[in-house]
């Protein structure tokens, strides 16, 4: 079993929509929490992070974390061309420790 | 500007031929770290260096090494490429143990075929 797990996808929303992209995790140690977006022929760049459980929000983008249930989320309100990426959930014990991946969902926001 | 460089972005090669992808950085950052990205299998990690001459082995270290001799440098060396090293290569680099948020700045990848 993978330590983080996410539908790759792909997912196609029209302009305007709310997007939900999800992971699950399997070790109960991780306290931080990443999403990382990836454009196509880029690096990925960090979009937000999360340490423990809760909600964090950054404008149009909340960052979930259900530490009891493993689940981590992230929404994109008013969706637009530019959020089309790949989202690449990640999670690691601390810090500074070894950041551990999820495989990616491809995202496509259709104007 | 900030950032982190990668060399080269696309190298097509031939099984045996040794070849070195460099990655520099500007930021000051002790830690390095490489991975491989393949679909399905997202990023794993190859080898890191937390700082100067302490390197170790990440996940799938097989048919890879590096060095980090001075802080800004991480190169990887594949002594003798496989087909099976085909693959998207990211150099990544964070300010390790001084970070609050863990952010990793990756380069901009490099895309490696082997023939």
């Known amino acids: 079993q993978k330590e983080v797990e996410q539908d790759p996808g792909p997912l196609s929303v029209p302009e305007g929509a709310i997007v939900s992209l999800n992971c699950t995790y399997s070790?109960?140690?991780?306290?931080?929490f990443m999403w990382y977006r990836q454009y196509s022929r880029k690096g990925p760049e960090l979009l937000m992070y999360?340490?423990?459980?809760g909600n964090k929000e950054d404008g149009r983008f909340t960052a979930q974390v259900d530490k009891s249930s493993k689940y981590i989320s992230l929404f994109i309100r008013d969706s637009q061309p530019s959020d089309s990426a790949t989202y690449l959930c990640?999670?690691?014990?601390?810090?500074?420790?070894?950041?551990?991946f999820g495989p990616g969902t491809s995202l496509s926001v259709i104007p | 500007e900030a950032q982190v460089t990668q060399n080269p972005r696309y190298l097509i090669t031939v099984t045996g031929k040794k070849l070195t992808v460099t990655c520099s950085q500007n930021m000051n950052h002790e830690y390095m770290s490489w991975y491989r990205q393949d679909p399905g299998l997202g990023l794993r990690q190859i080898y890191y260096s937390m700082n100067v001459e302490v390197t170790d082995k990440g996940d799938v270290p097989e048919g890879y090494k590096v060095s980090r001799k001075e802080k800004r440098n991480f190169p990887l060396i594949l002594e003798s490429p496989s087909p099976n090293q085909t693959s998207l290569y990211f150099c990544?680099?964070?300010?390790?143990?001084?970070?609050?948020?863990?952010?990793?700045?990756f380069g901009e990848g490099s895309r490696l075929t082997v023939l």
């Open positions: 999360t340490y423990s459980s």
């Open positions: 990640a999670a690691a014990k601390t810090s500074y420790d070894k950041v551990i």
């Open positions: 070790n109960s140690a991780f306290q931080y």
């Open positions: 990544a680099s964070s300010f390790g143990r001084r970070t609050n948020t863990g952010e990793l700045f």
